[in-house]
Nanobody
């Protein structure tokens, strides 16, 4: 079993920055990727960024050049640095840990609100 704890959300003005943090615990030796998804009110959940245990990372086109995913120390962590935030970035952000059996373990979510 893997537990995921995500945090760091808040309210910021457009153009500002926030840093989200995520830590997995439990059977973390089975993990091969950590991801961030988001869901805005009334919209479908969407992919934001992923980092693999190899260190390779990718981000969605909608946040490319503004968001950076990285390890926050150990391989069972993932930080999402969000810069130049826009009102359309407002959403609940979820951290997801994925294991080699393709099981996804979701955090409880953290609210990000960007005011114009």
């Amino acid at each position: 079993q893997v537990l995921v704890d995500d945090s760091g959300g808040g309210t910021v003005q457009a153009g500002g920055s926030l840093r989200l943090s995520c830590t997995a615990s439990g059977r973390t030796d089975s993990l091969y990727a950590m991801s961030w998804f988001r869901q805005a009110s009334g919209k479908e959940r969407e992919f934001v960024a992923r980092i693999w245990t190899s260190g390779t990372a990718t981000v969605a086109d909608s946040v490319k050049g503004r968001f950076i995913i990285s390890r926050d120390g150990a391989k069972d962590t993932a930080a999402l640095q969000m810069n130049t935030l826009k009102p359309e970035d407002t959403a609940v952000y979820y951290c997801v840990a994925t294991d080699y059996a393709n099981n996804d373990y979701w955090g409880q979510g953290t609210q990000v609100t960007v005011s114009s």
